[in-house]
Every structure is written in structure tokens, then in C-alpha cells.
């Protein structure tokens, strides 16, 4: 059983940066690859960014790549989202999500945390 806490959105304005966390609770944490999805209102869950157990692996949705940065400290049960470049179009409630499968498909997530809420103002 792996319980997930996201922290850190807010309101801030285009071009600025946040810094998501996600704390993760049990001791299994390492074996999972960790992802961010988000969601807008009237829109579909979205997969954002994922990385491997290890962290040596990252994957992006193409709208984010080279602007947001995915990290692990396995230590630390903790999984960041470095979010740079700000755009109204990434205000959403962003998820921090565990999966033994692929971390960028939905259907393969096993935890989820209770979201974050992310709003970019123009």
C-alpha cells in the first residue's frame, strides 16, 4: 500500500516556476515508477511526466518537454515536479501517481494522490 501527498501549487502568473512534491508513504516506495498527470476542468485526466524507479529514466508529454523536470529521492519517499515557463494552459489540478506498469498510462497507475491545484494566470 503506498499513500501519496501532493504540496506546493498556487497561483502564479505566465512565465513563472512551482515546485511540486509528492510525499509517499510505505516502504515499497522505490519499486515503483512514479508519474504526474493533471487535469483541467472539462477535460480528461492527462499524463505530464514519469520516471523509473530509479530515476535515471524520464518521459514527458509533449507539451511540457523542456520545460518541466521530473525527480526522485528515493530516501525521502519523495517525487518532485519542477515546473518552469509557466503557461495559462498548464492550470489544472495536478496527481501524483504510483504505478508498477508504465507511469504514463492511466489505466496502469496503482495509487494515486489527491491532486494539487495548479492556476496560471495570463
Known amino acids: 500500500q503506498v499513500q501519496l501527498v501532493e504540496s506546493g501549487g498556487g497561483l502564479v502568473q505566465a512565465g513563472d516556476s512551482l515546485r511540486l512534491s509528492c510525499a509517499a508513504s510505505g516502504r515499497t516506495f522505490s519499486r515503483y515508477a512514479m508519474g504526474w498527470f493533471r487535469q483541467a476542468p472539462g477535460k480528461e485526466r492527462e499524463f505530464v511526466a514519469a520516471?523509473?524507479?530509479?530515476?535515471?529514466?524520464?518521459y514527458y508529454s509533449d507539451s511540457v518537454k523542456g520545460r518541466f523536470t521530473i525527480s526522485r529521492d528515493n530516501a525521502n519517499n519523495t517525487v518532485y515536479l519542477q515546473m518552469n515557463s509557466l503557461k495559462p494552459d498548464d492550470t489544472a489540478t495536478y496527481y501524483c501517481a504510483a504505478s508498477n506498469g508504465s507511469p504514463w498510462v492511466r489505466s496502469q497507475i496503482d495509487y494515486w494522490g489527491q491532486g494539487t491545484q495548479v492556476t496560471v494566470s495570463s
Open positions: 520516471t523509473v524507479w530509479s530515476g535515471g529514466t524520464t
